[in-house]
């Protein structure tokens, strides 16, 4: 009894200690006490932590490069050349209307502002930073390995096997499993398709809302247009955007929490074998399920939006009456950050700090008030309470499915779109500074200390991490080549300028159109609005001419531009898959001393055995016991 | 010394048996007895052979594939379309010369062998065999990996760390190098300076030998048309080919050899710090070396050839005399089919056959021939000599160097160009029947029995096999797209055909070329060769006609053409490898009743040190000897 006194003692005095020197946001500038953490949790959190500590290390990097690579643009948005040339006021280019009717004719320097801003976004240091940043996840991953391998070794597990660890746990799933053992089998079936009719179907309903929110943006947009006096249309863009934009991220965030329970009740109806299967699944569900719904309006905005749009005289029309969006003159881009830096602020602003920090507090609250409902007997009672048994009061420990889930999110929105928005990594290390101490907090303090689970890696997110890092790399590909301006300028600089400079790029990317081939009852109803009569307008598209043989028909310099697209798409591809081989092949999985170290245990280990073998003529092979590695190793120091 | 008599008859009696069992050509078609192999020569030469029991294996399925794929050809040869347009009598299209002044023109359907040809290997099978054979290779990689695992176990090589195989290892390499051990850190450099830069040398003889052949081939043709009466010209590319390739091949041969003694030579200047180290740093060397040389005339063939040809009126020269080489009409394909059927059938007769079988004979006549020059005495004595005493008087055991190179060469025609050759599986499937016989004689009557290694695994030539299978994914790729006339026709069909059928794709594929814009000195000396005088002659490439505003330029046909060619790379690459992740998932590395077993032993095992741990008081953690699994697992069974 008093044994156990002190070991409990021992355990308040970890917390006191862990609550002091971890949990608390004023030590947010130091190291983990990782050993401390896995010593009062286990390795399973133990391991979550040095990952989320190390992928925070690594983000300071990251958002370094970042901000020098978002600090070069701001120096050099002067001396951009298409900026510059649209900016110009001599520059007279008249483009068509952006609506039907009721829109007119505009001055492409009108939209001055817009271009020096989609600079920033959009510039040469762009390409580098994708590239660095596939990089930098290929170095983020093989640092894990190898910090994995030092936590193993410094915590004695390279001896276990991954079947011990799941053996080992038979919890309430596993025995839930097996009442429903009858199930397997023929009955296993059903299951499975009622499986992937729901995913199917959630991924449908994720994709519904997203052109539900477009379908509000296109038609608010033109009522707007419609009935505002043409003072206010200025505003109506901004109003347009940050309303759905709102409204974007409010339905991501409830269906977040939809998809998790959607994702859970999928698993339980799956009947996995273990707790590590069941586990496994769920995280597989969740994922599939959060990243498309975190990440369809993205990808929306960065390869459909402005690409099918049609041409001047033959528009596009969504449910026969709304024009299909474009972004703003060649600001695919910026759109496309704005649309990411919303979501990823959004998510983690209220997710984490509204969700992770509110909602437990107001449970708090809750069961405050309960218990002074209660007779103040009861209260006093629970005044004399061991610390342990008041513990019981708090929320259980939910897994660590969600906190993982929330930073492989993260890790998307810094890996996934990155080459549009290089601040990226900036806000992830802000929020995760502030994460780290904030799950630390909700451990020591307001969850029941979870039962110690041993584990030797991270399991499926590690593969989770991988995936989503080769996913980014094509995804990247895609976005330098065909959302930004890149490959089109450089394009016009090789093979069309007259000196070689982007001087005349921006005429270059106009097509002509003849107004008077608009369809009747589409034409403008304020043709004279800039002044002067408009016979010929200018769209952006790389179409034929109205007085070539074929007007209008998809032009040679499309054709070569597309080209040029794909052609950086595999080699940017293939060259940032090449370059991650090499990292991985650079950086060794083991660190050295820790090879060297095991190395000599293993000797003396063999030296042991064979003393063993002499003293008392047993013969065993190979016996590599834990106990005796950890006695050598303290002789050893 | 009983004992020792009774062993010795116990591993000649093993020896016997391996010879009739297994170094054999009448029992090609059982299984390899692999467990004999390994007690007789150890873990590390039966999993060779137990890999390349399972490659051959593998290669039935490919081959009937390939056989099917290339029946498939022959059987629809007569209804592709583009080959009938070609053969069609009252097809009239003249084509321009094929040479400058002595060649004239010509009519395009006298090509029409060559068209039916060249579709037995550029039909849409094709496409499709490229993707198996891609799902192969990974398949293959999986099943390797299952297979190791259970070797792994079957031979209780399970809890047999890397470290401990490499570190046993103490031979002359190791010596030799703690004799310069004083060359290590600033002397080091020098060595990889020179290493890099023999590397980059030995890399350039390869191109510079390659380009050598090219000249060759397009000087001797160019001398031939000059000299010879036109009524032998068709016997000229013939000879010009087949000479060309027999140089090609006979350099390559020769070439393989000198780079494996320049890798050895340069691996020990390299002086690694042990045996493992030694063995993948050459391996590595001799495979980039022996790589480039098998592969580059087929590089570039496929994907250099051709290509650079310039147009009429304005050829490309080499050495400003000679025409850069062009394939016969629309047979890229069909070149590089005969180039790559050459190289691979001559290397594997002549390499394995000639030099495998061939040497070691004659080395043994020497030796033969040798002794009997020696007294009859000496003789006498030989003939009363053990067993293990004349067996010294064997080849040296070289290791297996060698013997796994042969063979991922061999893997790389059979993955990286197959798109262009689906029968290279079945050749290497006949090859490899006899290879292991040949190789298994060897092992047994031919070598001194090596001193038997032990080995978990196949070390780097497993990421060897993994690379090639990767380059193999990009390579076929672009075999199809770019090589092939697989996409032309895909883009004809879809966007220019009337009718949606390939009727008129010869003619779309073919430009104009006015006969009067021919550059002085250049024109046929013979123009009325065909019996009527030609205005307008046509070529093959993506051109604007004579009489358009920019003649002869790069037409929107060529833009639009190639950016879907890049298209499909990327789709081909990309669908490719996620197919091989899918293989990769669903294979599980270790097979499910090895995985129960393992389980199981380990159940049994920690009952076995929980009831010692009663008996005796001491307390052994996790003790897994395999001794101890040994006797459960006879308890087991």
Same mark, same amino acid.
């Given at each position: 009894?008093?044994?156990?006194?002190?070991?409990?003692?021992?355990?308040?005095?970890?917390?006191? &200690?862990?609550?002091?020197?971890?949990?608390?946001?004023?030590?947010?500038?130091?190291?983990?006490?990782?050993?401390?953490?896995?010593?009062?949790?286990?390795?399973?959190?133990?391991?979550?932590?040095?990952? &989320?500590?190390?992928?925070?290390?690594?983000?300071?990097?990251?958002?370094?490069? =970042?901000?020098?690579?978002?600090?070069?643009?701001?120096?050099?948005?002067?001396?951009?050349?298409?900026?510059?040339?649209?900016?110009?006021?001599?520059?007279?280019?008249?483009?068509?209307?952006?609506?039907?009717?009721?829109?007119?004719?505009?001055?492409?320097?009108?939209?001055?502002?817009?271009?020096?801003?989609?600079?920033?976004?959009?510039?040469?240091?762009?390409?580098?930073?994708?590239?660095?940043?596939?990089?930098?996840?290929?170095?983020?991953?093989?640092?894990?390995?190898?910090?994995?391998?030092?936590?193993?070794?410094?915590?004695?597990?390279?001896?276990?096997?991954?079947?011990?660890?799941?053996?080992?746990?038979?919890?309430?799933?596993?025995?839930?499993?097996?009442?429903?053992?009858?199930?397997?089998? $023929?009955?296993?079936?059903?299951?499975?398709?009622?499986?992937?009719?729901?995913?199917?179907?959630?991924?449908?309903?994720?994709?519904?809302?997203?052109?539900?929110?477009?379908?509000?943006?296109?038609?608010?947009?033109?009522?707007?247009?419609?009935? !505002?006096?043409?003072?206010?249309?200025?505003?109506?863009?901004?109003?347009?955007?940050?309303?759905?934009?709102?409204?974007?991220?409010?339905?991501?965030?409830?269906?977040?929490?939809?998809?998790?329970?959607?994702? $859970?009740?999928?698993?339980?109806?799956?009947?996995?074998?273990?707790?590590?299967?069941?586990?496994?699944?769920?995280?597989?569900?969740?994922?599939?399920?959060?990243?498309?719904?975190?990440?369809?309006?993205?990808?929306?905005?960065?390869?459909?939006?402005?690409?099918?749009?049609?041409?001047?005289?033959?528009?596009?029309?969504?449910?026969?009456?709304? $024009?299909?969006?474009?972004?703003?003159?060649?600001?695919? &881009?910026?759109?496309?950050?704005?649309? &990411?830096?919303?979501?990823?602020? =959004?998510?983690?602003?209220?997710?984490?700090?509204?969700?992770?920090?509110?909602?437990?507090?107001?449970?708090?609250?809750?069961?405050?008030?309960?218990?002074?409902?209660?007779?103040?007997?009861?209260?006093?009672?629970?005044?004399? +309470?061991?610390?342990?048994?008041?513990?019981?009061?708090?929320?259980?420990?939910?897994?660590?499915?969600?906190?993982?889930?929330?930073?492989?999110?993260?890790?998307?929105?810094?890996?996934?779109?990155?080459?549009?928005?290089?601040?990226?990594?900036?806000?992830? +290390?802000?929020?995760?500074?502030?994460?780290?101490?904030?799950?630390?907090?909700?451990?020591?303090?307001?969850?029941?200390?979870?039962?110690?689970?041993?584990?030797?890696?991270?399991?499926?997110?590690?593969?989770?991490?991988? =995936?989503?890092?080769?996913?980014?790399?094509?995804?990247?590909?895609?976005?330098?080549?065909?959302?930004?301006?890149?490959?089109?300028?450089?394009?016009?600089?090789?093979?069309?300028?007259?000196?070689?400079?982007?001087?005349?790029?921006?005429?270059?990317?106009?097509?002509?159109?003849?107004?008077?081939?608009?369809?009747?009852?589409?034409?403008?109803?304020?043709?004279?609005?800039?002044?002067?009569?408009?016979?010929?307008?200018?769209?952006?598209?790389?179409?034929?001419?109205?007085?070539?043989?074929?007007?209008?028909?998809?032009?040679?310099?499309?054709?070569?531009?597309?080209?040029?697209?794909?052609?950086?798409?595999?080699?940017?591809?293939?060259?940032?898959?090449?370059?991650?081989?090499?990292?991985?092949?650079?950086?060794?999985?083991?660190?050295?001393?820790? !090879?060297?170290?095991?190395?000599?245990?293993?000797? +003396?280990?063999?030296?042991?055995?064979?003393?063993?073998?002499?003293?008392?003529?047993?013969?065993?092979?190979?016996?590599?016991? !834990?106990?005796?590695?950890?006695?050598?190793? %303290?002789?050893? %120091?």
């Amino acid at each position: 009894d008093l044994g156990c006194c002190v070991l409990m003692n021992g355990f308040y005095f970890s917390a006191q &200690l862990l609550y002091e020197e971890w949990a608390n946001y004023s030590v947010f500038y130091k190291y983990q006490p990782i050993g401390l953490v896995r010593k009062y949790f286990g390795e399973k959190i133990g391991l979550y932590f040095a990952w &989320l500590g190390l992928y925070t290390q690594m983000l300071i990097l990251a958002s370094l490069v =970042g901000v020098i690579v978002f600090l070069y643009g701001c120096a050099t948005v002067n001396d951009n050349i298409p900026s510059m040339e649209i900016c110009h006021p001599k520059n007279n280019i008249t483009m068509c209307p952006l609506c039907d009717r009721v829109c007119s004719y505009w001055k492409l320097s009108t939209s001055c502002g817009t271009a020096r801003a989609s600079y920033l976004f959009d510039n040469p240091a762009t390409v580098f930073f994708s590239i660095f940043m596939a990089l930098w996840a290929a170095m983020f991953m093989e640092h894990w390995k190898r910090k994995q391998m030092q936590l193993n070794y410094e915590w004695d597990l390279t001896g276990l096997e991954d079947k011990e660890v799941s053996d080992s746990k038979l919890t309430q799933h596993t025995i839930h499993n097996n009442n429903t053992k009858q199930t397997s089998g $023929r009955h296993r079936l059903p299951a499975y398709v009622t499986n992937v009719v729901m995913m199917l179907l959630m991924i449908g309903v994720t994709f519904a809302v997203v052109f539900g929110v477009i379908l509000y943006r296109i038609s608010t947009q033109a009522a707007l247009y419609m009935s !505002s006096s043409p003072t206010s249309r200025s505003h109506i863009q901004l109003t347009v955007k940050t309303t759905a934009a709102i409204i974007n991220l409010v339905i991501i965030l409830i269906l977040d929490e939809v998809y998790g329970a959607v994702a $859970r009740w999928l698993t339980v109806l799956e009947a996995p074998k273990n707790e590590q299967s069941f586990e496994e699944k769920l995280i597989f569900k969740t994922f599939i399920l959060k990243f498309v719904n975190a990440f369809t309006p993205i990808f929306y905005t960065a390869f459909i939006r402005g690409r099918l749009v049609g041409r001047p005289g033959q528009y596009l029309y969504v449910f026969e009456s709304y $024009r299909a969006e474009e972004c703003a003159h060649g600001a695919c &881009l910026m759109e496309l950050c704005i649309q &990411l830096s919303i979501i990823m602020l =959004g998510k983690q602003l209220i997710q984490n700090n509204l969700f992770e920090i509110g909602i437990p507090k107001f449970k708090k609250l809750i069961r405050y008030l309960r218990s002074k409902q209660g007779s103040f007997i009861e209260e006093e009672r629970k005044k004399k +309470l061991h610390r342990y048994e008041s513990d019981h009061f708090l929320e259980p420990f939910a897994g660590l499915v969600p906190e993982y889930m929330e930073m492989i999110i993260q890790f998307g929105f810094v890996t996934l779109f990155v080459a549009s928005f290089p601040l990226a990594p900036l806000f992830a +290390l802000l929020n995760n500074i502030i994460e780290i101490r904030l799950d630390a907090k909700k451990f020591v303090t307001e969850l029941r200390r979870p039962v110690a689970t041993r584990a030797k890696d991270i399991g499926i997110w590690y593969s989770i991490l991988r =995936g989503v890092a080769l996913v980014a790399v094509i995804i990247n590909a895609f976005v330098i080549s065909f959302t930004s301006d890149f490959i089109p300028r450089m394009v016009y600089q090789y093979m069309y300028s007259p000196d070689g400079s982007l001087h005349g790029f921006v005429n270059h990317t106009l097509s002509y159109f003849n107004v008077s081939h608009f369809e009747h009852g589409k034409e403008t109803m304020d043709p004279l609005h800039l002044g002067y009569p408009v016979e010929v307008c200018r769209y952006k598209d790389y179409r034929e001419p109205p007085w070539s043989p074929s007007p209008y028909e998809i032009s040679k310099e499309f054709w070569a531009v597309l080209a040029v697209r794909l052609a950086f798409v595999i080699v940017f591809q293939n060259v940032v898959l090449l370059m991650n081989e090499v990292v991985d092949w650079l950086i060794p999985d083991i660190p050295k001393d820790i !090879s060297l170290q095991i190395h000599k245990e293993n000797t +003396l280990l063999v030296d042991l055995v064979m003393k063993e073998d002499r003293d008392k003529t047993r013969v065993p092979e190979r016996g590599a016991s !834990s106990g005796t590695k950890k006695t050598y190793r %303290n002789n050893n %120091n």
